[in-house]
């Protein structure tokens, strides 16, 4: 098993700020790349001021966060992920983009390095034959927001080794997280289950059987959830939770899967959720206002 002392994340967003938060709270050396200088500014941002957090909650001390944020660098090019043991992708749900990502990083890679996905739901075989190491290639699937929540689903491709999972089972329990094997299938096992259900409320609102608000309260307080399913995809991105389903929809061939077509709609109007400013609720005011 390879021993991993450095991690390369690709991808400065909330997902990949996310996972280079825990790493480097976990001990690990990580460098943060992105394709613009200011995302990966704004990624070092958010990491300090949600460590600050965990600091004001007392999760974590003073010495933990300033030992914690020394440990992350800005890696400004691409290739210099690939010193790293392991390299995690975090970039946009799309298997083109990832592919390609994967692609160019590959010649800059040491012959050791592990590569892993922190994709939600695209197929790991079909990410890691865009690549020169299948056999080093696996699926890290954190959770978000990552320094809360405490599960990591594995994925093995059909040529992931044995090693490389192992060690990526240990990596993620070194970060304090419980790990969940999950089957090379579309949406693996959490949003296989999750986002059919927001897709699912999705047609609730679109039918008229419930509004919004309605909704979210009915799941809240009937079903004991602690965020109702229309916020929840605020909160996930419904660009993310629309991506999801298509690849639900095309990988299985089952019309149960069929995106609503207000979600549709909403993802073509730009209103994505709350980094949009607007999803289900309009989060522009002080308070969070349904659109609906």
């Known amino acids: 098993m390879v021993q991993i002392r450095s991690v390369g994340v690709i991808g400065a967003g909330q997902m990949g700020s996310g996972i280079a938060h825990v790493c480097a709270l976990g001990g690990y050396d ?3 790349h992105d394709v613009s200088e200011d995302r990966v500014k704004a990624g070092l941002a958010a990491i300090e001021k949600n460590m600050t957090r965990q600091v004001a909650r007392g ?3 003073h010495e933990a966060m300033d030992a914690a944020l020394k440990r992350i660098k800005a890696a400004p090019e691409l290739q210099s992920i690939g010193g790293a043991d392991l390299a995690i992708e975090a970039a946009t749900e799309d298997e083109e983009v990832k592919k390609t990502i994967f692609k160019a990083l590959s010649p800059h890679l040491g012959k050791d390095t592990l590569l892993a996905s922190n994709t939600s739901s695209i197929s790991i075989t079909r990410l890691a034959s865009a690549t020169d190491r299948p056999e080093r290639f696996i699926g890290l699937h954190f959770m978000n927001p990552v320094p809360l929540m405490k599960l990591v689903e594995i994925i093995r491709g059909i040529a992931t080794g044995p090693d490389t999972y192992e060690t990526a089972v240990a990596f ?5 997280k419980t790990t969940s094997n999950a089957e090379d299938f579309p949406a693996f096992i959490v949003n296989r289950i999750l986002v059919p259900m927001i ?3 999705i047609y609730t609102l679109y039918e008229g059987v419930g509004t919004v608000e309605a909704i979210d309260t009915a799941m809240k307080l009937g079903a004991n959830h602690p965020m109702g399913p229309l916020e929840l995809g605020d909160f996930i991105g419904l660009d993310t939770v629309l991506s999801i389903m298509n690849v639900l929809h095309e990988g299985l061939a089952d019309s149960k899967y069929r995106p609503c ?10 209103w994505l959720g709350r ?8 989060y522009r005011g002080e308070h969070p206002i349904p659109t609906r």
């Open 261 to 270: 077509p207000l979600l549709v709609k909403y993802v073509e109007a730009g």
């Open 30 to 32: 990580v460098l943060l």
């Open 172 to 176: 993620a329990q070194s970060l304090g």
């Open 199 to 201: 897709n699912e409320a």
């Open 59 to 61: 999760i974590i001390d």
């Open 275 to 282: 980094k949009a400013g607007r999803g289900f609720y309009d």
